[in-house]
């Protein structure tokens, strides 16, 4: 998408796009943890990636690209590659945000998810059972 023309999409179309581009390029730890969560395979839930989370600051519509998103039980799956500094800062402000609005983060290593999807998917598992539960019991 042209830089020059963004002033002609709405927030929406430019969202979409985006999740679409990095849909196209996903990382290899991207393509282990989709294969294994995808069509409902992990836990009976839907999970849709590359997913865009929309929210306002300052009076501003903006949104950022959630790797992983559950929309069942309000959780982002996001994989870190190596961060540094600018990236934790920015990290910490998204899993604020998302936390704002009720949604629970959880964060994996890329090295993590290919070194070992397993454990991962059992860490994972650990962690979505109890928030099942609550939010089953609140509705």
Not at 18 to 27: A, Q
Not at 50 to 72: G, L, M, R, T
Not at 93 to 112: A, D, G, P, Q, W
Request: charged share 25%.
């Amino acid at each position: 998408m042209n830089n020059l023309h963004l002033k002609s999409y709405s927030i929406g179309q430019i969202a979409r796009q985006v999740s679409r581009e990095l849909r196209n390029n996903p990382t290899d730890a991207e393509k282990l943890l989709w294969k294994a969560l995808r069509n409902r395979q992990f836990l009976n839930l839907k999970f849709f990636r590359q997913h865009p989370v929309f929210y306002q600051y300052n009076s501003k519509n903006s949104f950022f690209i959630a790797d992983f998103y559950c929309h069942e039980i309000k959780m982002v799956i996001e994989l870190d590659g190596n961060i540094h500094q600018n990236q934790k800062d920015y990290d910490h402000i998204r899993t604020e945000i998302l936390e704002f609005k009720n949604i629970f983060v959880v964060r994996f290593s890329n090295k993590m998810i290919t070194k070992d999807l397993d454990h991962s998917l059992n860490q994972l598992q650990l962690l979505i059972t109890p928030r099942k539960h609550d939010l089953k019991n609140i509705t």
